[in-house]
Every structure is written in structure tokens, then in C-alpha cells.
């Protein structure tokens, strides 16, 4: 069983950055691919924002937050970031960090991701 457990939500200008942290307990963190997903007001499906593969690092991004958004792993401290800059108001959202069934590389697929953070407000004001 993992769990995960997200930090470093909170309130921003438009145009400011924050670093999400996602920290990892109870498996071998090395061994599960990684993503970041958000769910904005109103909305009924979390949107995959970026994974981040299990053996390389290699990432992928959705395109609304490519060149904008960044991911990266520490094996070492069990835990996933995610380096936002430039946001805008349309990112206010719950932001979570979700991690990969041990059988897949990565996945910009909800329902392939087996386990979640409970989430971590973040608020982009105009």
C-alpha cells in the first residue's frame, strides 16, 4: 500500500510559481511511475497534467501546461515535485499526485493510476 501525501498548495497572483511536493510512504517509490492531475471547480474528471516514467524520468505533459509546468523525482527523499510558473487564474484547481499500477511505465490515463494524494488547493488570482 502507498501512500501519498501533497504539500506546497496555497494562494498566487497570476504570473507567480509554485512548487508542488508529493510525498511517497509505505512502497518501493522507485518502482511506480508518477503523475500530477488536477480537477478544477465544477468539473466532474480530473485532467491529467504530467507523468513521469518509473526507470528514465522521461516525462510527458499536456499541452496546457507544457513549457509552463515542470516534474521531477527524488528516489532519495520519495518524493514527486511539480514546478509551476507563469500561472494563470484557469489553474485555480485541487491539484493531486497520483501513482501507476506497478504493470505500466506511464500513463496520462486516470484510471490507470492506482493510488492519490488527497489533494492540495491551489488558488490563481487575477
Known amino acids: 500500500q502507498v501512500q501519498l501525501v501533497e504539500s506546497g498548495g496555497g494562494l498566487v497572483q497570476a504570473g507567480g510559481s509554485l512548487r508542488l511536493s508529493c510525498a511517497a510512504s509505505g512502497g518501493a517509490f522507485s518502482r511506480f511511475g508518477m503523475g500530477w492531475f488536477r480537477q478544477a471547480p465544477g468539473k466532474e474528471r480530473r485532467e491529467f497534467l504530467v507523468?513521469?516514467?518509473?526507470?528514465?524520468?522521461?516525462?510527458i505533459y499536456a499541452d496546457s501546461v507544457k513549457g509552463r509546468f515542470t516534474i521531477s523525482r527524488d528516489s532519495d527523499k520519495k518524493t514527486v515535485y511539480l514546478q509551476m510558473n507563469s500561472l494563470k487564474p484557469e489553474d485555480t484547481a485541487v491539484y493531486y499526485c497520483a501513482a501507476l499500477s506497478l504493470d505500466l511505465e506511464i500513463s496520462f490515463e486516470p484510471l490507470e493510476y492506482r493510488y492519490w494524494g488527497q489533494g492540495t488547493q491551489v488558488t490563481v488570482s487575477s
Open positions: 507523468g513521469i516514467s518509473r526507470s528514465d524520468g522521461r516525462p
